[in-house]
């Protein structure tokens, strides 16, 4: 099978780099987190209206562990891990677990005292290769982490992997017109100064091509939907800032090397701001749009067995078959 255009057009993977990015923002990461909290909650509306009672969760991406005892509250009977390619944001999210012991009166005498010895359940892994058993978990909840991976297509597959059958995954995501005024104010500049176009953001992945990447990993019933969240700054500087503290682009931009002068970078960033300045609206304001994409699908049962065999339910048999006449 050839790869979508969303796979064949993202740049390679660097872990490592992403890894660096996420360490350094980590202790300013709180300043920005208005975001996925905002998002984690509209989340957790739609999670309303699916019935679902798992026995164990996983926050793929948890970062500081924002959503753990949200989702702790929710499932007091069922163990929350959380998993993330940043040590630092893992760190965060121990002492956040350490701190919040609330959910824990929901649980009975005996369970409270077994996960007290067992400490925080977090692990530091890369989205494509988690450090758990097949089928381990009922729920993958994962807010605003996926696109910080350019092989979602590997992504998906692992999560299914560590599903059990059944089991249901819940994500957010960031969509293609994610940033389009900072894209808009890079590309004027480099034109203007005749300077190579580079990528500045990720390239986000379009939520059809997301649905198709679940179907083709094992998914069924896969729910997709977007919306689009503006958020409003004062200054060029302020929002460059949250951007910075959101993290940056997380590859190597330019394999050649940026031969360009302290001068002439200081030069572009000023045309950068009066581009962004530009787009001030009426009010005053100066927007930025995210483009949020919400999914979730459920572990299709297995059509075949590991060896290739394949599976015929009891239920199925006989479906298809003409009627007599």
């Not at 997301?210 to 958020?231: A, K, R």
């Not at 700054?233 to 951007?243: F, I």
């Not at 699908?297 to 065999?309: D, I, L, M």
Request: hydrophobic share 40%.
């Amino acid at each position: 099978m050839s790869p979508t255009p969303a796979k064949a057009s993202r740049p390679a993977y660097d872990s490592r780099r992403l890894r660096q990015i996420f360490d350094r923002r980590a202790a300013k990461f709180g300043d920005v987190a208005f975001l996925p909290r905002e998002i984690a909650q509209r989340m957790r509306e739609r999670l309303d209206y699916i019935k679902v009672s798992p026995a164990s969760v996983l926050d793929a991406g948890c970062g500081a562990g924002d959503d753990m005892p949200a989702l702790r509250e929710r499932f007091p009977e069922a163990p929350v891990f959380g998993t993330d390619l940043s040590h630092a944001m893992l760190t965060r999210a121990k002492g956040q677990d350490a701190a919040d012991t609330s959910w824990r009166r929901f649980l009975p005498a005996t369970l409270g005292k077994a996960l007290g010895a067992r400490g925080p359940r977090v692990a530091q892994a890369d989205f494509s290769a988690l450090p758990f058993a097949a089928g381990a978990f009922d729920f993958i909840w994962s807010n605003l982490a996926l696109h910080w991976h350019s092989r979602p297509d590997l992504v998906f597959p692992e999560w299914q992997r560590v599903l059990k059958v059944n089991g249901l995954l819940m994500f957010s995501t960031l969509g293609p017109d994610t940033l389009r005024e900072l894209r808009g104010a890079y590309a004027e500049v480099e034109a203007t100064h005749g300077v190579a176009t580079r990528a500045h953001v990720i390239d986000f992945v379009d939520m059809h091509d997301l649905g198709d990447m679940l179907v083709e990993s094992g998914f069924e019933i896969p729910v997709m939907d977007q919306e689009t969240l503006t958020i409003t700054y004062r200054s060029p500087e302020s929002l460059l800032a949250d951007v910075r503290r959101w993290g940056a682009y997380p590859f190597e931009r330019d394999a050649n090397g940026d031969t360009r002068g302290p001068a002439s970078a200081r030069r572009l960033h000023a045309a950068l701001l009066a581009a962004l300045e530009a787009r001030r609206r009426a009010d005053g304001t100066i927007p930025l749009t995210f483009e949020v994409i919400y999914g979730h699908a459920w572990k299709a049962v297995p059509r075949t067995t590991a060896e290739g065999h394949g599976i015929v339910r009891l239920e199925d048999i006989g479906r298809g078959r003409p009627k007599n006449l």
